[in-house]
């Protein structure tokens, strides 16, 4: 008996390890990835650094929940931090956007803005 229970335990870290694997090794494909490089070439066309910062974000931030990442911007950044080469910077910008909405007479400048796209498109290739 004490062996059939050691086996289920066995066979239950397993199986939590592979779910664990795949899902932080799962990458963005078909029509998300599509849909994904649209809104980014959106990000590229607009000429306002703080509506650059905004929208990158949000291309990001739908990255993540179509890797199944759920709750705040800072929660799926939690979670899938760990996939990307620079989390780090990405909170970083994330503190900036959150200063650029909250704070009265807080605007990114145009090196904000480019520091910022670049440090998302790369979060961005991290996920694809």
């Known amino acids: ?23 932080r090794t799962r990458a ?22 703080d509506a650059k910062i905004f929208e990158a974000e949000k291309v990001l931030d739908h990255a993540f929940a179509v890797l199944g990442a759920r709750g705040s911007f800072a929660d799926k950044l939690r979670e899938l931090g760990p996939r990307l080469s620079d989390a780090q910077s990405v909170w970083n910008i994330h503190k900036l956007r959150n200063r ?9 400048t145009a090196n904000d803005a480019k520091r ?3 440090i998302f498109r790369r979060s961005i290739d991290d996920l694809l």
């Open 100 to 108: 650029i909405a909250h704070e009265p007479g807080v605007h990114a």
């Open 28 to 49: 963005i494909r078909g029509s998300d990835r599509v849909r994904l490089e649209k809104e980014w070439e959106h990000v590229l066309s607009l000429s306002v650094p």
């Open 1 to 23: 008996m004490q062996q059939i229970f050691i086996g289920l335990v066995i066979l239950a870290a397993i199986s939590l390890i592979v779910i664990f694997v795949l899902r």
């Open 116 to 118: 910022a796209l670049a």
